[in-house]
């Protein structure tokens, strides 16, 4: 699985974190908003599903905690056939690193 170049990029939940990419540009657009409830599963799942549904096939997304939102969004992005890059934060380097989630033909 390879990155494209200029992929869209999200942070997962809004308001969490500030986040800059490493090439310094501020990622401000959300998949979900600041206001989640972590008890409903099925409700973050459809969020992820409506998100993905317009999006192109690989996106990018960094990775600002709450994992059952993160886990509604594998999902949807698997039964969907789309790409993730989840950007995860370096702590002793300040940068994000990537880790990809494959479509099932990538794999």
């Not at 908003?33 to 317009?54: C, H, K, S, W």
């Not at 993160?70 to 370096?90: P, Q, R, T």
């Amino acid at each position: 699985m390879c990155k494209s170049n200029n992929l869209e990029r999200y942070v997962l939940c809004k308001g969490r974190h500030e986040v800059i990419a490493n090439d310094g540009q501020h990622v401000t657009e959300s998949i979900f908003g600041n206001e989640v409830d972590p008890l409903d599963v099925r409700g973050l799942q459809e969020i992820a599903e409506e998100f993905l549904r317009y999006k192109p096939y690989e996106i990018e997304v960094y990775v600002t905690g709450l994992s059952v939102a993160l886990v509604a969004l594998i999902n949807a992005s698997v039964a969907m056939e789309k790409s993730l890059w989840l950007m995860h934060f370096d702590r002793n380097s300040s940068s994000y690193y990537p880790q990809g989630v494959a479509k099932p033909y990538d794999s």
